[in-house]
């Protein structure tokens, strides 16, 4: 499955994986084995792999000829990629896509190989042994597309009400990849107005953006509670003949910072979010629509309105799922508690920004998405730090000025970037780590936060809160780990934060307990983040009535 609709009717597209291909690790003890493997999926979900950390080779075949263009929709977590034996692409970072256009092939069989590297090493400056586990494997489809001589990239959508009335600002960025010069016409179509360019002349090897702005009437806004999507159908044809086309989808809603409000179509957010991690113990982070929509289904119940995307852009079936059902989404690049020493890494500028750069883009659309962050639990109380976090900022906001920034600090007193993002946000454990009283802890914090740093005045939200509980262990002593302590410190945080007038709104970490690498074993029992509301079966614990409960009753 490529999204929850169609997103071309005149360029054929097919999908490569949802299909068995052949795999062949590259070390270990199984090493030059083959074996079938459905995909998407990670290796880690097969018997002989459960703990694999090395390279694998996926193969599969296909039939086409002319010009050709390879989406990858995620591979864990560097990929290359060889077309009848030839590299063709090679790519760094399990959670964005990539994609390569290959022109004028052979008609016939081809083969195309992906080499898959779920390895820690220098190389890798954001994939490291973390509080998450890093995969491996293709954990997105691979789809192909045939092109001719130019195509639709990419449509980007800004909404905006003025004059009481809705707005959109469109471009839409067209390619041609041949040698010549060619002449196509552009229309465009959305809720029920139509637009044309007329015909507009592409240089040859070149990226044209087409820009226009339109009014309309009698549409309706998206909102949680009313999640309307519309379409945009961008099309090019050639003497009146259908060429190529692109669909996506989008909603009427603004995003804005007030002062110390978050505002959505200028009403205040109150954001009851949950910071949830693409993980399965069936699945590990390819997961199905089905899994997907289940775990939607599950914090849609909870009485949630928000998702945190914990540490990384998530999987364009998981937004396209949140737009439909009126979730909000805090997206990030993907990096979490680097230490400056990490941050330092030759690679990780270019990897994080390239991140940002692959990330935006692509999910620029998505109503669901109201926010950017960045950089979870990193060196922000250093120097060094500031300028990454400053120039991860600046990047953002040459890519996208219609959403607000943030990122997640731990930094308790200490933080140095809080003059940077449009949103001040913190992680904070009382009662877990530490026995201070919520109230006491929050209040301490956002004080310091007004007279002390540059934050003072912006909106601030609590991004992670919670407490450890082991599914099934309870006794009446209520000590740490139970799932009784857990649901008994939850209350207190949640009724804390949400009765803080101050405060914009709380993401609970975490939906689900999940599986972490091995080298945290000494501080996470099972070797799991256990502080899921639900284990990794996504059985409930006692805090999951808990939450809701709280959540359904406070304001």
């Not at 041949?178 to 592409?202: C, E, H, R, V, Y």
């Not at 007038?501 to 689900?512: K, L, S, T």
Request: glycine share 6%; net charge negative.
């Amino acid at each position: 499955m490529i999204r929850t609709f169609c997103t071309h009717k005149i360029r054929p597209q097919q999908e490569l994986t949802n299909k068995l291909w052949d795999f062949t690790p590259c070390q270990g003890e199984f090493c030059g084995k083959h074996y079938s493997v459905a995909t998407p999926s990670c290796w880690e979900s097969y018997p002989d792999f459960t703990g694999y950390r090395g390279e694998g080779i996926y193969t599969t075949q296909f039939e086409a000829e002319g010009t050709i263009r390879l989406e990858m929709k995620g591979i864990s977590h560097t990929a290359t990629v060889y077309l009848d034996e030839r590299e063709i692409a090679h790519h760094y970072n399990a959670y964005t896509k990539f994609d390569v256009i290959v022109p004028d092939l052979a008609s016939g069989q081809h083969v195309l190989k992906i080499k898959a590297d779920n390895r820690f090493s220098e190389e890798s400056a954001l994939h490291i042994p973390n509080d998450y586990m890093t995969y491996g494997g293709i954990n997105r489809p691979v789809v192909l597309e045939s092109l001719k001589r130019a195509y639709i990239d990419r449509v980007q959508v800004t909404p905006f009400f003025k004059e009481e009335q809705w707005h959109i600002a469109v471009n839409v960025y067209l390619k041609n990849i041949s040698k010549t010069p060619i002449t196509l016409a552009a229309t465009i179509m959305a809720a029920d107005q139509n637009f044309s360019w007329g015909n507009t002349l592409i240089p040859p090897a070149s990226e044209l953006c087409l820009s226009a702005s339109l009014p309309f009437t009698n549409v309706e806004s998206w909102i949680p509670d009313s999640p309307k999507l519309y379409e945009i159908i961008a099309t090019l044809s050639q003497n009146g003949i259908p060429y190529d086309d692109l669909i996506d989808r989008f909603g009427f809603r603004e995003i804005h910072t007030s002062g110390k409000e978050i505002l959505l179509n200028g009403k205040p957010l109150r954001i009851k979010g949950i910071c949830r991690h693409e993980d399965h113990p069936q699945f590990c982070c390819a997961l199905p629509y089905s899994a997907i929509a289940a775990d939607l289904a599950l914090i849609k119940d909870l009485g949630a309105n928000s998702v945190r995307t914990a540490h990384y852009p998530n999987d364009e079936i998981f937004l396209d799922l949140c737009d439909e059902l009126g979730i909000l989404v805090w997206e990030e690049n993907h990096a979490r508690g680097l230490s400056l020493d990490d941050m330092q890494n030759p690679n990780f500028e270019p990897q994080a920004e390239q991140v940002i750069r692959e990330m935006i883009p692509a999910h620029y659309n998505h109503p669901s998405i109201y926010i950017w962050g960045i950089l979870n639990e990193c060196a922000s109380d250093t120097e060094y730090g500031k300028a990454c976090y400053e120039k991860q900022f600046n990047l953002i906001r040459e890519l996208d000025s219609s959403r607000p920034t943030s990122f997640a600090s731990c930094k308790f007193k200490t933080d140095l970037c809080f003059g940077l993002p449009d949103v001040v946000s913190y992680n904070i454990y009382p009662l877990w780590y530490h026995d201070t009283p919520v109230s006491d802890y929050i209040d301490d914090l956002y004080q310091w936060i007004q007279s002390e740093t540059k934050g003072a005045g912006k909106p601030f939200l609590i991004t992670e809160i919670g407490a450890g509980g082991l599914y099934g262990y309870r006794n009446p002593y209520h000590g740490k780990w139970t799932e009784e302590y857990q649901a008994e410190a939850l209350e207190k945080q949640i009724t804390a934060v949400l009765n803080y007038p101050a405060c914009c709104g709380i993401y609970i970490w975490q939906f689900c307990d999940i599986r972490i690498s091995e080298e945290w074993f000494h501080i996470r029992p099972r070797s799991m983040n256990n502080k899921g509301i639900v284990d990794e079966y996504r059985r409930r614990k006692l805090s999951y009535n808990v939450v809701k409960h709280l959540f359904e009753t406070l304001s």
